[in-house]
């Protein structure tokens, strides 16, 4: 896309609070365990609940590998996250792309759940193939079926 940016949406069949809540504090129960970036077998995603907070992997042997952190959180209705995983799967302090994900109700037990992944363009040269990998199956449309499946259950 011309402004560097993946965008992805799945209706949820369940509540906003509920879906802001399996996305968020439930992040470990529908994160698959081959998207990490340590060198162990991932054991859990994290993702802290509140602004500053961190997002990150714990792996088996109690390792921790940073992926970015919390920039917006506003419950049940906006999430911004700090990528900080570069075009390797590196964690990368200095880089920052950004991945907003809205949640808003489609009656009382439907949300729709909006992603953005902005600022690809800080990729640089790998740009390209990281926005493929990015809006691939394997990227945010399977992470957002693997969500919706979770939240629903």
Partial sequence: M?????RKSVTVHAPIEKAFTVFTQGMDSWWPRSHKIGQ???KEAVLE???GGRWYEIDADGSECEWGRVL???????????WQID???????QLITEVEIRFAPEGPHRTRVELEHR??????EAQDEVRAA????GGWPGLLD???QAAAA
Avoid at 2 to 6: A, I, N, R, W
Avoid at 72 to 81: E, F, G, I, M, N
Avoid at 134 to 137: A, G, I, L, T
Wanted: charged residues 25%; glycine residues 10%.
């Fill in 2 to 6: 011309p402004d560097g940016s993946v």
């Fill in 40 to 42: 162990g077998q991932l």
């Fill in 49 to 51: 609940g509140r602004e």
């Fill in 72 to 82: 917006t959180w506003k419950p049940p209705t906006l999430l911004v996250l700090a």
């Fill in 87 to 93: 075009a390797a799967w590196r964690f990368d302090p």
């Fill in 119 to 124: 600022d690809l363009d800080r990729f640089g």
């Fill in 134 to 137: 990015f809006d691939s199956p």
């Fill in 146 to 148: 693997a969500f919706a």
